[in-house]
Nanobody
């Protein structure tokens, strides 16, 4: 089992920046991919990036393996970035993606 806990969301003014954190615990050695998704109000959940993504633009993803934490930094925030941001990990033996884990999400609201 893997547990994921996101933090760092909140109310931010447009143009600002934010760093979200996702702390993993449990069987972290079984994680084979970890990343961030978001779900804007009334829309489907969408992938932002995984830790192995070549992310460009206003988003950047990084990790601290000692803290078992993955970060998502967003700069130049726009009202369209308003969403619940979720951390996701896929885990399993021998590099498989057998198990899919989600955090509870953290709300980001960008005011204009």
């Amino acid at each position: 089992q893997v547990q994921l806990v996101e933090s760092g969301g909140g109310l931010v003014q447009a143009g600002g920046s934010l760093t979200l954190s996702c702390e993993a615990s449990g069987s972290t050695d079984s994680i084979n991919i970890i990343g961030w998704y978001r779900q804007p109000p009334g829309k489907q959940r969408e992938l932002i990036a995984t830790i192995s993504s070549d992310v460009k633009g206003r988003f950047s993803i990084s990790s601290d393996n000692v803290k078992n934490t993955v970060y998502l930094q967003i700069v130049s925030l726009k009202p369209d970035d308003t969403a619940v941001y979720y951390c996701n990990a896929e885990a399993g033996d021998d590099g498989s993606y057998e198990f899919d884990y989600w955090g509870q999400g953290t709300q980001v609201t960008v005011s204009s």
